[in-house]
């Protein structure tokens, strides 16, 4: 499957691992910078290696950021292109 453009970006900011991933829309090229934890950076790489699906793996994503790491489309051109947002789960 061809995967959306991602950078893992790893920070340590003091106290706790924290993890950032950096998603390019496929349609804009906007960048888009996703701050998460290490249990949903955990889930996301498995995810990424075809285990599970978005809305079990991914589930404390808003519908519009699960969507960028299904299709590589942001909420943004999600609603020019179809008019609206998404449906939620």
Not at 28 to 39: A, F, G, H, L, P
Not at 72 to 81: H, I, Q, S, V, Y
Request: hydrophobic share 30%; proline share 7%.
């Amino acid at each position: 499957m061809n995967q959306p453009k991602m950078k893992k970006i790893f920070t340590m900011p003091p106290g706790k691992a924290e993890y950032e991933y950096a998603v390019k829309c496929r349609f804009c090229n906007e960048t888009y910078r996703i701050d998460m934890n290490s249990d949903l950076y955990y889930r996301l790489d498995r995810f990424l290696e075809g285990e599970g699906h978005a809305e079990e793996m991914l589930h404390d994503l808003p519908p519009g950021i699960r969507e960028m790491f299904i299709s590589g489309m942001c909420p943004e051109c999600w609603e020019k292109t179809f008019g609206g947002e998404e449906d939620a789960e």
